[in-house]
């Protein structure tokens, strides 16, 4: 039972440059989220599916877009990356009333 | 965007002593969740709050739902070096959590 998991675990972009950031999870959850910690601040969520084939915005939606593949994976793509989207990015997943967040991707735009 | 307040923002403590941190908002939350933040990693569920009034421990930690449904305080008895890292609360509605600014705690031998 691995939980929460995202690949890369790092990765450095050029502006424009387009990637996709995949998140999957092992504990049969409906619901997963996207969010982005910025320093000396707490998580602010990006998107979040509340089960398959549904998605809905969160706070900060702009420059993002998500997929939700299948029960299991939810993916964050950035189609024209900026600097401004320098990041960590955490995916978690949820039970009711509870959430458990993956080990993060470590995002640096140039 | 909405986030919660959370306090203190950092504490520097001597290894043994008790800690004390608190979180506060305007709107009512049916959950608390209280995470602990490691560096370069995913934040990691400490311990849930479901009711008003409710007072939880995990071992050494203590975290109580206030009465009001607006603020929750964790206290950790007796710290240890390991303790050390980033404390965030975090209010729960339906599907969505709103997380504080999170309480980084230092903890000197």
């Known amino acids: 039972n691995a939980g929460v998991t995202q690949t890369p675990k790092f990765q450095v972009l050029k502006t424009g440059q387009s990637m996709t950031l995949q998140c999957a999870q092992d504990m049969n959850h409906n619901s997963m989220y996207w969010y982005r910690q910025d320093p000396g601040m707490g998580l602010r969520l990006i998107y979040y599916s509340a089960s398959e084939g549904t998605t809905d915005k969160g706070e900060v939606p702009n420059g993002y877009n998500v997929s939700r593949l299948n029960k299991r994976e939810f993916s964050l793509r950035l189609e024209s990356a900026a600097p401004s989207q320098t990041s960590v990015y955490f995916c978690a997943s949820s039970e009711p009333n509870t959430q458990y967040f993956g080990p993060g991707t470590r995002l640096t735009v140039l | 965007g909405q986030q919660l307040n959370q306090s203190p923002q950092s504490m520097f403590i001597q290894e043994g002593e008790d800690v004390s941190m608190n979180c506060t908002s305007s709107?009512?939350?049916?959950?608390w969740l209280w995470y602990k933040q490691d560096p370069g990693e995913g934040p990691v569920l400490l311990i849930a709050?479901?009711?008003?009034?409710e007072l939880t421990s995990n071992g050494r930690l203590t975290a109580q739902f206030g009465i009001t449904r607006k603020d929750s305080f964790l206290n950790i008895s007796a710290s240890i070096p390991s303790d050390v890292g980033i404390y965030f609360c975090a209010g729960l509605n339906t599907d969505k959590l709103i997380f504080g600014t999170g309480t980084r705690l230092q903890v000197f031998p």
């Open positions: 709050l479901y009711k008003a009034g």
């Open positions: 709107s009512i939350f049916n959950t």
